[in-house]
């Protein structure tokens, strides 16, 4: 659809996920999942000690975003894209 992105949901099982997990990471992530994502990421930027050790994380992909740069319908809201580092 066309209405408004709401990632926390999906942001907040990421977090979940991630805590939950030994070892190694992947994160995957599509249309709102990975929308989802976006928004850990600038969580852990607010609250490092929320986030994995860097190390850890192996590989992040994101596709069918709506918060895509290059066209996603949400692309120009407040708070959306990913982290400036």
């Known amino acids: 659809g066309t209405g408004t992105v709401t990632p926390k949901p999906?942001?907040?099982?990421?977090?979940?996920?991630?805590?939950?997990t030994p070892g190694d990471l992947i994160l995957v992530g599509y249309s709102v999942g990975a929308a989802g994502i976006y928004?850990?990421?600038?969580?852990?930027?607010?609250?490092?000690?929320?986030a994995p050790d860097p190390a850890r994380v192996l590989l992040i992909v994101?596709?069918?975003?709506?918060?895509?740069?290059?066209g996603g319908r949400n692309r120009t809201n407040a708070g959306t894209g990913l982290p400036a580092e």
């Open 62 to 70: 994101t596709f069918g975003n709506p918060e895509n740069k290059f």
């Open 39 to 50: 928004d850990r990421l600038r969580g852990w930027e607010k609250q490092p000690v929320l």
């Open 10 to 20: 999906s942001s907040s099982r990421v977090q979940t996920a991630v805590d939950a």
